[in-house]
């Protein structure tokens, strides 16, 4: 089969290097890709948002199946244009995708089909969200209904806060049109888990439990960011609150979307918050987390391309999936000044030795070579991914991997998988 993944982070980098390993695959490519896929997978300077030139490649390279990897081109579609010219694809229809694109259709379909997620309401006028706010506790949490790159969730402690935070989003636009809408919620308290289900419309397949750390710095202080490190499987995820959730929120989702005329296929992503044992929905994302597909993939032992193209052809029933009894760890290393301003193209040495180590793999997110320097180009730039007897077995061999490389450049959290530590 000849491959296209399309994307340029840690996750799509994960996705190639189980994709190539697949005896099936028998040409990889990806779009635009990075400086680490480029050492497995021939990159194609391509936008993801090109869904003309995705096209257009497909068709002149004989694409067999094309993975894509985040949200702003399944949103805007490029799963339908290349349905509608006969290429199969792993992610979800525009419609469907809405379960992301849109805050307000998922909370909606939440309300109506009855699965458990915060209190909430949708306003398109800042004086009426305003009035809402003062009927409700005083944590409260605002959000703009559109895709603002994981920026347009603002936690608001009282409610002076919280009006700043609607005229932020309404008035000023901080977001553009993401902010025509916002949405009030009900502050959650709890611990947070990613679960993750590859789905084919029909049927689902629950995959391994991660957990994500989405502060910049230690102890989960600092700006959220796109999430700082990740490991799995999560402990908060045993075989109850497995069958819990699935019972809970991925079945009935999956029925719900079928039953709203844009069935989902690809993978289900359910944020949740756990409290006294009990799962409530924070968001549906309609594709991988990054950092968690990269320790998805570093413990998944089955063939990962038979399980994505089965979502596609609607045969997931077929497909068992089995992983590594191992904990996987991942430590993400940032360019200095992530989140907020970074300067582009800081020198990143000694990769090698790091991905040498036992049990290691480096994924490349923001990198880019510039002759033969490895050059950091990005915000989040690499996913030191560690396999380990326990987690703090795979805390201990990624840290002395991310020891080993030399970029004084960047930075990185020092206390990744905290939470199973502390258990
Ligand atoms: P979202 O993009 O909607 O997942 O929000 C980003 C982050 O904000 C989540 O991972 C949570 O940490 C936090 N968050 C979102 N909604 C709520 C809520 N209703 N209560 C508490 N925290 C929330
Ligand atoms: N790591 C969280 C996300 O990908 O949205």
């Known amino acids: 089969m000849k491959v296209l993944v399309v994307g340029s982070g840690g996750r799509e980098h994960a996705l190639c290097w189980a994709i190539s390993r697949s005896a099936k695959c028998k040409k990889l490519y990806a779009a635009p890709g990075n400086a680490g896929i480029s ?46 010219a006969g290429i199969k694809s792993f992610g979800p229809s525009a419609d469907a995708a809405q379960i992301e694109g849109s805050k307000g259709f998922m ?107 989405k502060a910049a710095f230690d102890g989960d202080t600092g700006p959220n960011t796109g999430g ?19 019972e809970i929120v991925i079945n009935p989702t999956i029925k719900a979307m079928a039953d709203e005329g844009c069935p989902f296929t690809g993978v289900l992503f359910a944020g949740l918050m756990i409290s006294d044992g009990e799962p409530r929905v924070l968001e549906f994302n309609a594709r991988f987390g990054d950092p968690e597909c990269q320790v998805l993939m570093a413990r998944m032992q089955s063939d990962v391309l038979d399980a994505l193209v089965a ?19 991942t430590v993400v290393m940032a360019t200095n000044g992530y989140p907020g301003h970074y300067d582009k193209g800081s020198e990143i040495k000694n990769i090698a030795a790091a991905d040498a180590m036992d049990g290691v793999n480096v994924f490349h997110a ?27 077995n795979a805390q201990t061999k990624a840290y002395k991997a991310v020891d080993a490389i030399d970029w004084p450049g960047g930075f990185c959290r020092r206390d990744i998988g905290w939470r199973a530590l502390k258990r």
């Open 39 to 84: 050492q497995i997978a021939e990159c194609v300077d391509i936008s993801v948002m090109d869904d003309a030139g995705i096209l257009e490649f497909c068709k002149s390279e004989k694409i067999d199946f094309v993975v894509i990897g985040p949200e702003a081109p399944l949103v805007a579609g490029l799963a339908d244009v290349l349905a509608q």
């Open 366 to 392: 923001g990198t880019k070579y510039d002759g033969e320097r490895l050059t950091a180009v990005g915000g989040r730039v690499l996913g030191i991914t560690a396999m380990g007897k326990s987690v703090l």
């Open 228 to 246: 700082m490190g990740a490991y799995s499987p999560a402990p908060i995820v045993d075989a109850a609150m497995h069958d819990k959730i699935m």
């Open 107 to 213: 909370k909606d379909l939440m309300a109506k089909y009855g699965i458990p997620t915060a209190a909430y309401g949708r306003f398109n006028e800042p004086d009426a969200a305003k009035e809402y706010i003062l009927r409700l506790e005083e944590k409260v949490v605002v959000k703009a209904d559109g895709l603002a790159a994981g920026k347009g969730v603002i936690l608001c402690h009282n409610k002076n806060e919280a009006y700043a935070a609607i005229d932020h989003l309404m008035t000023e636009r901080a977001f553009g049109f993401a902010g025509d809408e916002v949405l009030i919620e009900e502050f959650m308290e709890g611990e947070e888990v990613s679960f993750f289900a590859l789905v084919d419309g029909k049927h689902a397949i629950a995959l391994a439990s991660a957990q994500d750390h």
């Open 311 to 329: 979502c596609s052809d609607g045969t997931l029933d077929k497909i068992n999936i089995s992983w590594s009894d191992d904990t996987a760890l």
